[in-house]
């Protein structure tokens, strides 16, 4: 997505994925998380008109932090969607889209072409600067998905751009005994470990499918931030009901060891930690730096044609 701001927004480090499939290790939860509050998100749009809610605001990104942002986008009216994100720079951060139904094609200025298609992860992190577009691929039917900007530390804010593109079938899974079922888009889970990790904000990124009348556990460690956001039926925390479409964020109760989700009725919902920076944030659309300085030296070397150059 792109933060419409000067014109546009949004990518370091190390990877690495993992097989499928060795046998989960349950890791049993003792002090779970309870909820804090639950945010119904913005409805916006962005790009070219893409409809979209915002369900990390801008106002949450110290609460949350390292993350900065959380769209979920999900139409089957191609109006909604068909414009996509033209062109528009990104320098500071990573984002990760996650593509739930659809097709979207990216395109970016370091020269990496892909196509995100039904379940597959896209991680972009925009180092020093990308100028990408994030086109739709599809003139009718569903799109559905997410896409979650995860902030770099200020020594990480200008390397350079890395980017990954992971099918469906790459991203490591697992099922648990009682039937539910978990995509390891970052982090590990029971024992597996996600298709990307960092060192630095320790990300945790999981989809969970839950059959009804189950429950999973996932440690947390106890000084992440964390959030999950249902986007399929509803979950109970810790006593709370987590309705459709509504993010859960989790308390940092001292010494919890992470969470416990119960699901009466099927459910479908992503869960998402990490560790958090502690360092200045200023956001200008699509730039997020530590200082103003820094922003106006983004908003001229974009305006110089710099912000995407491969060398420098
Ligand atoms: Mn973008």
Redesign the pocket.
């Known amino acids: ?2 933060h419409s701001a000067p014109t546009a ?2 990518a370091s480090s190390t990877s690495s994925s993992s097989s499928n499939s060795p046998s989960p290790v349950i890791s049993p939860v003792s002090r779970p998380r309870s909820v804090e509050r639950l945010v119904k998100g913005q409805a916006t749009s962005d790009g070219a008109g893409v409809k979209l809610i915002r369900v990390l605001t801008q106002d949450l990104q110290h609460r949350l932090d390292p993350f900065l942002m959380l769209d979920a986008f999900g139409s089957d009216q191609p109006d909604d969607y068909i414009a996509g ?1 033209p062109d ?1 720079p ?1 320098r500071g951060f990573e ?1 990760v889209t996650y593509m739930i139904a659809g097709r979207m094609l990216h395109r970016d200025s370091a020269g990496n072409e892909g196509l995100l298609q039904n379940g597959g992860v896209q991680w972009m992190t925009a180092g020093r600067g990308v100028i ?1 577009s ?1 086109i739709p691929q599809q003139d009718h039917g569903a799109m559905e998905g997410f896409q979650l900007w995860l902030n770099l530390h200020s020594s990480e804010k200008m390397q350079a751009p890395w980017y990954r593109d992971f099918q469906n079938g790459q991203l490591p899974q697992f099922t648990t005994p009682e039937g539910v079922a978990v995509t390891v888009i970052a982090g590990s889970s029971h024992g597996i470990s996600g298709a990307v990790t960092r060192s630095i904000t320790e990300p945790v990124y999981l989809d969970v499918h839950m059959p009804h009348g189950t429950r999973f556990e996932q440690q947390i460690p106890e000084g992440h931030n964390a959030f999950l956001y249902v986007y399929r039926g509803e979950v109970t925390v810790a006593g709370q009901t987590v309705p459709l479409q509504r993010m859960a964020i989790l308390a940092n109760t001292p010494q919890s060891d992470g969470l416990v989700v119960e699901a009466a009725a099927d459910a479908k919902w992503i869960l998402v930690a990490g560790k958090p920076l502690h360092e200045p944030i200023v956001q200008y659309g699509p730039f997020v730096m530590n200082t103003k300085d820094e922003i106006i030296q983004a908003m001229t070397d974009f305006r110089n044609g710099r912000l995407g150059e491969r060398t420098e």
């Open positions: 997505m792109s927004v949004t994100f528009h990104h984002t990408h994030e």
